[in-house]
């Protein structure tokens, strides 16, 4: 396209050419017209003094005549006439025609408002170029006032064909128009030559230039010629020199602020008056789901279809000082909380082009204050219901029950619970904080042992309750089968499980533990046919103090974090934990081990 297009523009010879030809052509003709015009005037100039002469001649001989119209008067106009080589007409103060020397007066119209007739009949001299329609032709009038005593009885009026005049400055016309076209053409060939010497240099400027802009500014031009192209050559290679700095620099400086905005964290997204997206980073796109080149250049109603983004984005661009906000986001990725800055985004003039926002996203942060929140209320709540009971029962026993010794061990007992139950609470937590901060710190010891050992440990622990419900608990396990892990946390994890199904399985049933090994790693399933769980409650089945039935959780001693101890201590071996539930057919507990346990486990506080 570019190569067509040079191919369209004229040559530089091709265009100082006609430049010159035309500069010539306008010279030529303003002088030839100027020159004819002042031919013109001088030759009419000159046919009206001859005319006025005449005219003078003309009222000396008819002096003796008196200006009444005869025969007499019009053979002296026509022999006069005749004489002179002009047209003579005497005309009457009323502007009626006496005699003329072409035609009959009687077969002429009345003079008196003929442009010349009435400045003679003035007493002045009257000239007039104009057509006659009598004649059918151009003349030239010329009316001289006729004075007897003193007053004006008449006018002689002399006319001359204008065809000499113009034949005349037709001949001076040819001639003129002859050597300009002579001087034209050798005005031409000396700009040709010229033209020609001017633009073998710049021919060579110009492919230098061509090199330019392809990119090859390493390439200098040759600084010859005359002292202007020498002048331009070197201010070329200047321009090449200064350009190649700066593009590097560009290329640098665009290089780090695209190295700069792709690996933030936080979504930087810039936009222009008429909310088109200027730029946007790739964790902008990431939070809001979209394809960022596509994104680029289109309104962010049609990219982003987020009320509460776009109502803050005309908020930034309609503010001159920087806003901030929250919002949530319900997308694929689910519901985002997102802490949004927005300031205007100027230019080097100080002009407002726009506005730039940054979204932090805060998700993780809102879910650990609500987990927190959540946590500190439960704690607060589990504490306070033995704490209130101890207190209740104290008072009691200060207001005189200890005078009863029936009542009074009653509440022993009862307190006694309480703060068995109010040790076990403080006896989780701990376990789980100090989990948690071994599973953070990445300090869990693990060792390769066999695994049949600390199942059959854990089972052990259980069997007493168990057995006073006519419990069978059931151990499959290969004897060689063996799992990174750290045997004392492992089985408080399976002691944890098996007392819950203990916990929550009718008399007569079967508790089954069972072990097996495959490529992935290890897994551990702990199957009751108890009551089982309801599938709304298996997504937070994990949560610390989290109940599926509250009134039968506590009236079975449970704190409410066995679960919770359970989950992180299978993430700090890097495993996972699932649960598999049916209300009134019971559950089945998976722990799934991995050969090696990753250096930093994923840790989630729930």
């Given at each position: 396209m570019?190569a067509l ?8 010879v091709w ?11 306008i ?11 002042a031919l013109?005037a001088?030759?009419?100039?000159q046919?009206?003094?001859?005319l006025?002469?005449?005219g003078r ?9 008196p200006?009444?119209?005869s ?5 002296l106009a ?26 009959l ?23 007039e170029?104009r057509?006659s329609?009598?004649l ?5 009038y010329v009316?001289v ?9 008449g006018?002689?009026?002399t006319?001359?064909a204008?065809?000499?005049i113009?034949?005349?400055?037709r ?12 001087a034209a ?6 700009s ?8 073998r ?6 492919r ?7 990119g090859?500014?390493g390439?200098?031009?040759p ?8 002048s331009?050559?070197e ?5 090449a020199?200064?350009l ?9 400086q ?5 190295a700069?905005l792709?690996?933030?964290?936080e979504g930087?997204?810039a936009v ?13 796109a990431?939070l809001?789901?979209?394809d960022?080149?596509?994104a ?5 109603h049609?990219?982003?279809?987020k ?7 005309a908020r ?19 519901e985002?909380?997102l ?7 100027r230019d ?11 979204l ?22 589990e ?5 209130t009971?101890?207190r ?10 200890l ?5 009074a ?5 009862i ?22 901060q ?5 300090g869990?010891e ?9 199942l059959?440990a ?6 007493p309750?168990a057995?006073a419900?006519a419990?069978?608990v059931r151990?499959?396990?290969?004897e ?5 892990m750290?045997?004392p946390?492992?089985?408080q ?17 079967d508790?089954?533990v069972e ?5 992935e790693g290890?897994?551990i ?10 599938r709304e ?8 103090f989290?109940r599926?039935?509250?009134a ?8 409410g ?30 722990l ?15």
């Amino acid at each position: 396209m570019a190569a067509l297009s040079r191919r369209r523009r004229k040559r530089l010879v091709w265009q100082l050419f006609p430049a010159f030809a035309l500069v010539i052509l306008i010279a030529l003709g303003a002088a030839g017209l100027h020159v004819s015009h002042a031919l013109k005037a001088f030759y009419l100039r000159q046919t009206i003094d001859h005319l006025q002469g005449l005219g003078r001649l003309v009222e000396q001989s008819v002096a003796a005549e008196p200006l009444v119209m005869s025969a007499e008067l019009q053979a002296l106009a026509q022999r006069l006439g005749r004489g002179a080589g002009v047209r003579v007409t005497l005309i009457a103060p009323d502007g009626q025609v006496l005699a003329d020397s072409d035609e009959l007066p009687t077969q002429m119209d009345n003079h008196a408002n003929r442009p010349e007739v009435r400045q003679a009949l003035l007493g002045a001299v009257g000239s007039e170029l104009r057509y006659s329609h009598t004649l059918l032709r151009n003349l030239i009038y010329v009316a001289v006032p006729v004075e007897r005593d003193g007053r004006i009885v008449g006018c002689v009026r002399t006319a001359l064909a204008a065809t000499d005049i113009e034949e005349n400055l037709r001949t001076i016309h040819q001639r003129m128009l002859a050597g300009g076209l002579g001087a034209a053409l050798l005005a031409a060939l000396i700009s040709l030559g010229l033209a020609r010497r001017i633009s073998r240099p710049l021919e060579e400027i110009r492919r230098g230039a061509e090199r330019f802009a392809q990119g090859d500014l390493g390439r200098r031009l040759p600084v010859e010629g005359s002292a202007e192209i020498a002048s331009l050559a070197e201010a070329l290679n200047l321009m090449a020199a200064q350009l190649d700095e700066r593009l590097q620099t560009m290329l640098s400086q665009r290089n780090e602020q695209e190295a700069v905005l792709g690996s933030m964290v936080e979504g930087v997204l810039a936009v222009d008056t008429d909310e088109r997206l200027i730029r946007i980073n790739s964790a902008a796109a990431s939070l809001l789901g979209v394809d960022g080149t596509a994104a680029q250049g289109r309104v962010i109603h049609e990219v982003v279809r987020k009320a509460d983004l776009q109502r803050f984005v005309a908020r930034a661009l309609n503010s001159s000082r920087p806003v901030e906000g929250d919002m949530v986001l319900h997308g694929a990725r689910g519901e985002l909380f997102l802490q949004a800055h927005g300031s205007p985004l100027r230019d080097s003039h100080g002009r407002n082009i726009g506005a730039l926002v940054v979204l932090n996203d805060v998700t993780r942060l809102r879910r650990l204050e609500r987990i927190r929140s959540d946590f500190v209320a439960n704690v607060s709540h589990e504490l306070k219901t033995p704490i209130t009971a101890i207190r209740g029962f104290v008072e009691t026993l200060l207001d005189g029950a200890l005078d009863k010794p029936e009542d009074a061990r009653r509440f022993l007992d009862i307190i006694l619970r309480q703060s068995e139950r109010l040790h076990s609470i403080i006896e989780d937590l701990l376990a789980l904080s100090r989990i948690e901060q071994e599973s953070e710190r990445g300090g869990l010891e693990v060792q390769e042992g066999p695994l049949q050992p600390v199942l059959a440990a854990a089972i052990q622990v259980c069997e007493p309750a168990a057995t006073a419900k006519a419990l069978r608990v059931r151990l499959v396990c290969p004897e060689g089968l063996s799992a990174a892990m750290s045997a004392p946390l492992l089985e408080q994890a399976l002691v944890n499980l098996i007392d819950n199904a203990v916990k929550y399985s009718p008399p007569g049933k079967d508790i089954l533990v069972e072990a097996g090994g495959d490529d992935e790693g290890v897994l551990i399933r702990v199957r009751d046919w108890g009551v089982g769980i309801s599938r709304e409650h298996l997504p937070r089945l994990f949560e610390r103090f989290y109940r599926v039935d509250k009134a039968r959780s506590r009236k079975q001693g449970g704190t409410g974090l066995g679960l919770a101890i359970v989950k992180h201590i299978v993430q700090a071996h890097g495993g996972q934990i699932s649960v598999e539930s049916t209300p009134g057919e019971g559950s089945t507990f998976s722990l799934r081990l991995p050969r090696r346990r990753a250096e930093r486990p994923g840790n989630s506080r729930a």
